[in-house]
């Protein structure tokens, strides 16, 4: 079965490293997504992808950059962490194709920044 | 430019009980609207959508949306709760047309009381 998967589930780093989660899909979907989610504010964009090659920036991008080689992969890099970062990590993808809008979501990465 | 608001952050209902959960969004352009639960640990999972075909919409576990835009809401509810439906669960909004982007709402969490 298709599916979405993010690696690794929970993440222990320090100021100042650079830290990247990892997601992979298997639905061939041309659209990837990025959110955090913390309490009291759901879930807010980041990163998003239309197709390989393209990357554009959401709503919370500073300190945060991915790149899109491939159509399964977007991974998250954290140039440097801070403990503003700490946060649930999670991707999503949808297809870019038709109305659906329906976006599929990973199981999420919980990081640490200590 | 487009928002959701979800009213109550944290709602108790009896187990058999009505759920009703509120949601109010706003949207320049007719709107694509969502609804996503997440249980513990776990990602998003969608449970229905309305995209301007029938304005009830029936989803997943029992739960139905209504969309009535005189009122800009999209109310989730079901008739009688049950304690797996214990949750949260996050309202979102797209445009009809183009980019496929999710706004969220900042989640309600779902308790039942047995």
């Known amino acids: 079965d298709a599916e979405i998967t993010q690696s690794p589930r929970h993440k222990i780093t320090e100021t100042g490293r650079q830290v990247t989660l990892a997601c992979h899909q298997t639905?061939?979907?041309?659209?990837m997504f990025w959110y955090r989610q913390d309490l009291g504010h759901g879930l807010r964009l980041i990163h998003y992808?239309?197709?390989?090659?393209?990357?554009n920036k959401g709503e919370v991008s500073d300190g945060y950059s991915v790149s899109r080689s491939n159509t399964e992969d977007l991974p998250l890099t954290l140039e440097s962490a801070a403990s503003s970062q700490t946060s649930v990590y999670f991707c999503a993808s949808s297809t870019g194709q038709g109305f659906s809008h329906e976006q599929f979501f990973g199981p999420g990465t919980r990081l640490t920044v200590l | 430019a487009q928002s959701v608001t979800q009213l109550g952050s944290h709602v108790s209902v009896s187990e058999g009980a009505l759920v009703l959960l509120r949601c109010n969004y706003s949207?320049?352009?007719?709107?694509?609207l969502f609804w996503y639960v997440q249980y513990p640990n776990q990602g998003l999972q969608l449970l229905l959508k309305y995209t301007s075909a029938a304005t009830l919409v029936k989803g997943i576990n029992g739960f139905e949306a209504e969309f009535k835009k005189s009122e800009t809401s999209f109310h989730l509810t079901k008739p009688s709760a049950h304690m797996s439906d214990a949750a949260e669960y996050f309202c979102a909004v797209s445009s009809n047309f183009g980019n496929e982007k999710l706004t969220f709402g900042t989640g309600t969490r779902l308790t039942i009381i047995p």
């Open positions: 949207s320049s352009v007719p709107p694509y």
């Open positions: 639905w061939n979907h041309n659209n």
């Open positions: 992808s239309y197709g390989v090659h393209d990357t």
